[in-house]
Structure formats: C-alpha cells, structure tokens
C-alpha cells in the first residue's frame, strides 16, 4: 500500500480551490511512491469573534501538509494558523508541514526606531514551536527564514511568471529592459533580465513619509524599449504606479508590471487600473481573478513539485537553477 500524505484546507476559505489543484497535481502521477488525500480543516468563529478550528478527520501519524488562506485578515490568519498547527500535533499528526504562499507580518521584520516588536520574529517563534516544516514563496525580505527552528523553503515565483511571458508574450519580451521599483529590488530583476536575455534598470526615490513616494529618478536607459517592473507584492500600488509614470516619461514603449503577491488595498486595483501600464500580472499567493489590466498566472503546480520533492526526498533548491 502506498504511503498516505494528507493535504489539508479550510473547504470555506480562499485557499480551497488552490489546494485542490494542487491535490489533483499531485495526484496526476498514478506511478508516484506516495498517495495523496484531500483533507478539510474547518475554520470558523464563535459569536464574540473568537476561532474555532476542527480537523474533521482521522490524521494520525500521517504526513500533513496545511494550506493557509491567504486571503484572511491578518489577526484571524495568524491565530487559526497556530490553532490548526495546534490541533494536528494534539491529533498525533506526522510531520506538519505550514504552506504559506504568502506570509503575513513579515513586512515588519527589523528594528527601525525604539521599543517597536520584531513581528516577524514572533511569527517565526509560534510556527516552530508545533510545525515541521514551512514552504512560502518570495519572502518580503529572504533573512527571515534565519527566525525559524525549522526547515524553511522560500519558493521563487520568476520561473513561473517567465514561463508564462515566453509562452503567452514573445514578442513583448524581445529586447526588454527589467526594472526594480527600488535599490532593494535589483537582484529579483538581475534574476529576471538573466533568464529573459535583458537588461536592468532601477528606479531609485525618495519617500515624503510612510506611504508617500517622493521623487523618482531611473537609472538605465528605458528609450525605446518595453520595459517590465518586477517586484514581491503590491500593496497600495503608490511606487509602482510612480514608477510607470516616470518610465513613460523616460520614453519607454510598452509597460508592464509583475509581482507576487497581490495584495492590493485601498484602492491599489484603481490606480493600477488607471496608471501607464497596459498590464500587470500576479500570482494567486493570494486568490484573484483576472480584472482590468490585471492577469493571474497560478502557482499550483510549484507547490505541487515541491510538495512532492520534499515527500520523495527531493531537491527543493533544484527547481531554480
């Protein structure tokens, strides 16, 4: 008989549809070691706000591996997840293994100024006290994975978002010069301009205050040629739609946007929406639609592979060379 690895999510949440792709991924291979079952977690609340999670069925000594939904707000994200690593380690679970296609309270991950938390750090701290295992993918800053007692893998997106473009767009990404919105950016654009054969240029500015882009300068000639902005997510929008208009101004030809994590508040769909680029594409680290500009490109089958890398023991850091 095969080995049992469950693959467990919330069947009400925003992670649900991702996880069954995944499963079916995985289960596309009658031929593989393993044999993998569909789990559910039920997540809800109680009247006065509170969590309530149940494993609805028998997970005893059996591999899991939990999908979170990205889509929950932050304070019900983190207390369910810690809930549910809770409840499978009282349910005599196997290994647990957290996905998080994107982790939240990460952004806060260094001491700028006096007496603030390190948020990331405490994050870290919850998980490794019952989980196994971590898998996310294009951490806000790499440095964090540091913070875990546990092995931690750090997807990449690129290889998929690129595989996409050269598929769907050729003719877009001949000649194309790669932007980093900032200096911090530069090595996940390097990354990008290497595969797709361009060139790299920054976008370097100041900030007013929190929340608020200053000026804005490219270094790199954009004239004349389609450029793409790549970055890990997109919040509020506000640098990227700068940087759009400040590349537009530069003389650029077609431009394009894409990031990882779409996380879009305020009213980031709008201004996106608006701005000078012609399209920007996402993944669904967090669940979305196509709408406007914006295309979604889906993750599932990285995470199948390394799901199934990690049950055969396989190489993770393969899938990037």
């Not at 569909?38 to 969590?51: K, S, V, Y």
């Not at 809770?86 to 996905?99: Q, V």
């Not at 800053?141 to 978002?161: R, S």
């Amino acid at each position: 008989m095969k080995n049992e690895i469950l693959i467990l999510a919330n069947p009400n949440g925003g992670s649900w549809d991702f996880t069954k792709r995944i499963y079916e991924k995985l289960n596309s291979n009658p031929e593989r070691e393993h044999k993998y079952l569909l789990r559910e977690a039920e997540i809800r609340h109680f009247n006065d706000g509170e969590i309530f999670v149940k494993i609805l069925k028998n997970v005893r000594e059996k591999p899991v591996f939990f999908i979170h939904d990205s889509l929950m707000n932050p304070q019900d994200w983190m207390v369910s997840l810690m809930e549910v690593n809770d409840a499978l380690m009282r349910s005599n679970a196997g290994k647990i293994t957290n996905i998080l296609p994107y982790i939240k309270y990460s952004r806060q991950d260094r001491l700028t100024e006096p007496r603030v938390p390190l948020t990331s750090s405490i994050l870290a701290k919850a998980i490794s006290l019952e989980a196994s295992r971590v898998i996310t993918t294009d951490l806000h800053n790499p440095a964090i994975a540091g913070a875990y007692d546990i092995p931690f893998d750090n997807l990449k997106a690129y290889p998929t978002i690129i595989s996409y473009l050269k598929k769907n767009y050729p003719e877009f990404i001949e000649d194309i010069v790669v932007v980093a919105p900032d200096v911090g950016g530069a090595e996940m654009a390097k990354s990008y301009a290497k595969r797709l054969g361009g060139t790299v240029a920054i976008a370097t500015k100041s900030r007013e205050k929190e929340g608020v882009v200053g000026d804005m300068t490219i270094i790199g000639d954009v004239r004349n040629k389609n450029v793409l902005v790549v970055d890990d997510m997109i919040d509020t929008a506000g640098t990227l739609c700068k940087a759009a208009g400040v590349l537009r101004e530069n003389g650029a030809l077609k431009i394009w946007a894409c990031a990882t994590h779409g996380l879009f508040s305020k009213d980031a769909i709008e201004k996106l929406n608006s701005s000078a680029f012609e399209k920007i594409i996402i993944t669904d680290s967090l669940s979305q639609k196509n709408q406007g500009k914006i295309e979604v490109v889906s993750l599932t089958n990285l995470f199948a592979e390394a799901i199934h890398r990690i049950s055969e023991g396989g190489s993770i850091s393969e899938l990037f060379l």
